[in-house]
């Protein structure tokens, strides 16, 4: 069992981690798509198809996960893209090319090691969604931690994001964001 404290910081976290990466995606579909070709895995007949549903899915995430009854489904669909994202990742770090932006968000990222430990974590926190929590009732210093919780991961999350952004800089030796 787990506490719904935790419930909830997952959810949320993972809603904004969705939100983003489907705003990316719906504001350049033709950048995006131009990234999910990179990888080499879609035949070119569906990969315009492909390319809208992903961030379609990745919109009913964000919706569906911060729903309590369309929460196991939502963390079930999260699990499933984001196990999809990573064997992609390892597919074209395994042929060597890391060199392409792995399309997660507005910054462009190369492919990376850090990519597949990333999304080995954020699977394990969308599954842990499905599991049975306690019924502990939530007071006002929960919904505070929450918030706390929310803005340190999402400020954890963003300073490793841009660390490893500029070790494929320093290793490159050229600017790597855009």
């Known amino acids: 069992m787990i506490d719904p404290l935790t419930i909830l910081i ?8 969705f939100f983003t990466a489907a705003k990316h995606k719906l504001r350049a579909p033709g950048q995006f798509s131009a990234q999910l070709a990179d990888y080499k895995l879609i035949p ?4 315009p198809g492909v390319a809208r549903i992903i961030p379609i899915a990745e919109m009913a995430v964000f919706f569906l996960i911060l729903i309590p009854l369309t929460r196991p489904w939502a963390a079930v669909l999260a699990g499933g893209l984001l196990v999809s994202y990573t064997i992609a990742i390892a597919i074209n770090l395994f042929r060597g090319r890391d060199e392409i932006d792995c399309g997660c968000g507005s910054h462009p990222q190369n492919l990376s090691y850090w990519l597949l430990f990333r999304n080995s974590a954020l699977i394990i926190s969308s599954y842990l969604l499905v599991t049975p929590s306690t019924n ?22 963003l300073l490793i994001e841009q660390l490893v ?11 790597n964001d855009g």
């Not at 706390?148 to 999350?157: K, T």
């Open 165 to 175: 952004r500029n070790q494929g800089f320093s290793k490159n030796g050229r600017i």
């Open 136 to 157: 502990r009732a939530l007071v006002w210093v929960d919904f505070l931690l929450l918030s706390l919780m929310i803005s340190l991961l999402s400020c954890v999350y």
């Open 44 to 47: 070119p007949g569906i990969l």
């Open 10 to 17: 997952i959810s949320a976290s993972l809603a904004l981690l």
